[in-house]
């Protein structure tokens, strides 16, 4: 079974510092890792997904994350926080191309002036 | 492009009716759709998987008689939450994977959402 774990339901940071949201995964096959942002009362939106090319996957509005087996980690970065990165931020897994999304429980990123 | 719309993205109605949400997948073609719902600042957790042409597969758990999931065509899912209650109140999102992108295809595109509140 896959599963993926976000460490940490509320991340706080002040503008322009850095943003850090921590993803682990669990699977026994190699597997697809999206990250995603949600804003209030709205869809998903993709921000970058590893699908077994280069480690470092760059995304959009700045962020980046990358793939580490040996750590089963996929965490999300960013070198400088804005307003309106302020949302809540979802990792997923799925085992196979077409195959249904895992997420995690979510992370919601506050940030303060 | 690949864009998902919801319809209606809010619904209010009244406990013991029945309610639609419609998936549609405007510039693509989706042979899978899937429904999730969300509850207040919660993940989204997958309610069934829409094949376009066949009967929906439901997560465990989840009433197939109480959500009628309908994919007729290759653009478009209906939901249909039969005989609502308030504990039915939710988030409902939609996502699709196009078809043409075949082996590629590791994205899903999400709707919009639909909030809905029973009464």
């Known amino acids: 079974a896959q599963s993926v774990t976000q460490l940490g339901s509320h991340v706080s940071v002040s503008e322009g510092a850095l943003v850090l949201l921590r993803c682990n995964y669990s699977s026994s096959v190699p597997p697809y890792l999206f990250w995603y942002v949600q804003y209030p009362n709205q869809g998903l939106q993709l921000l970058l997904k590893y699908t077994s090319a280069a480690t470092l996957v760059k995304g959009i509005n700045g962020f980046e994350a990358e793939f580490k087996k040996s750590e089963t980690s996929f965490h999300l970065t960013k070198p400088s926080a804005h307003m309106s990165d302020a949302a809540e931020y979802f990792c997923?897994?799925?085992?196979?191309?077409?195959?249904?999304?895992?997420f995690g429980q979510g992370t919601e990123l506050s940030v303060k002036p | 492009g690949a864009v998902v719309s919801q319809h209606p993205s809010w619904v209010i109605c009244k406990s013991g009716t029945s309610v639609k949400i419609e998936c549609r997948s405007l510039d693509f073609q989706a042979t899978t759709m899937f429904w999730y719902r969300q509850f207040p600042k919660q993940s989204l957790m997958l309610m069934a998987t829409s094949n376009e042409g066949s009967k929906a597969t439901y997560e465990q758990g989840v009433e197939k008689d109480k959500f009628l999931i309908n994919h007729a065509s290759l653009t478009l899912s209906t939901l249909t939450v039969t005989s609502a209650h308030p504990e039915d109140s939710s988030f409902y999102i939609c996502?699709?994977?196009?078809?043409?992108?075949?082996?590629?295809?590791?994205?899903?595109?999400f709707g919009q959402g639909t909030r809905l509140t029973v009464v």
């Open positions: 996502s699709a994977r196009d078809r043409d992108r075949g082996r590629m295809n590791t994205e899903a595109f």
């Open positions: 997923a897994v799925t085992r196979n191309q077409g195959g249904k999304l895992i």
